[in-house]
């Protein structure tokens, strides 16, 4: 598989703290890679990034050239008198893209990802309804590369197994996904790569089925020496 992202030698700095430090990674076509590390360790700066809401101190990311991407934030927000439709048809409005207006295409997404187009407005929903709807907003361009920040987060057990085997379904469409998931069972589940971040660095990195050390005791293991 070929890149569709590279990452070479990116840096942030706010001030006098560096929040990313000299960071190199390459993201593969149709992939599921994570993005590994405690509180602080620079992943929400790296997604800000690459999404172009935060500027590199230096280094460079290069995207494959037309490549669109869908963002689904850690805490979502949309207005609570909406509905889920309305939802879905505002955003479709800001694409500018006529056939993702299409009713049935916005039906499609929220049935796909588990939420059906009734009448109950957001302030009814659960945290876990709310992720549910943030990813479908994500898929409304059709993204090509989609970035999820904790994508099963609030979700009970029946919530978080429906999102993995989409995740699933989206990978054998082709899509390349990237996670931020403090829930290291599901990036086990679900992921083919990854790299652990501690300080800004990466400071390893993970390929399933590489090793029959389990991620969690290997995260354990490194994030947790100083």
């Not at 992720?131 to 898929?139: C, D, I, K």
Request: aromatic share 6%.
């Amino acid at each position: 598989m070929s890149d569709i992202m590279v990452l070479k030698n990116v840096k942030k700095t706010y001030k006098e703290m560096t929040a990313v430090n000299d960071l190199s990674l390459n993201i593969k076509k149709g992939e599921v890679f994570a993005l590994l590390g405690a509180n602080g360790a620079g992943k929400t700066t790296t997604i800000k990034m690459i999404l172009g809401l935060a500027k590199a101190s230096s280094g460079d990311i290069e995207i494959e050239s037309g490549a669109k991407i869908g963002y689904s934030p850690e805490t979502p927000y949309f207005p609570e008198y909406l509905t889920a439709m309305e939802v879905m048809k505002y955003y479709a409005g800001i694409e500018g893209d006529k056939s993702k207006k299409d009713t049935a295409y916005l039906k499609g997404l929220l049935e796909l990802t588990g939420l059906s187009d009734n009448k109950i407005k957001v302030k009814n929903y659960s945290k876990g309804m709310i992720q549910r709807l943030a990813l479908a907003q994500a898929l409304i361009s059709d993204p090509d590369i989609l970035i999820l920040d904790e994508p099963t987060a609030g979700l009970d057990a029946l919530g978080r197994k429906h999102n993995l085997e989409l995740l699933k379904r989206l990978k054998e469409e082709g899509k390349t996904v990237i996670i931020n998931s403090h829930i290291l069972h599901d990036i086990e589940a679900v992921c083919d790569r990854g790299v652990i971040m501690k300080k800004g660095k990466v400071i390893d990195t993970w390929t399933k089925g590489e090793s029959e050390e389990r991620l969690e005791d290997k995260f354990v293991r490194l994030v947790g020496e100083e």
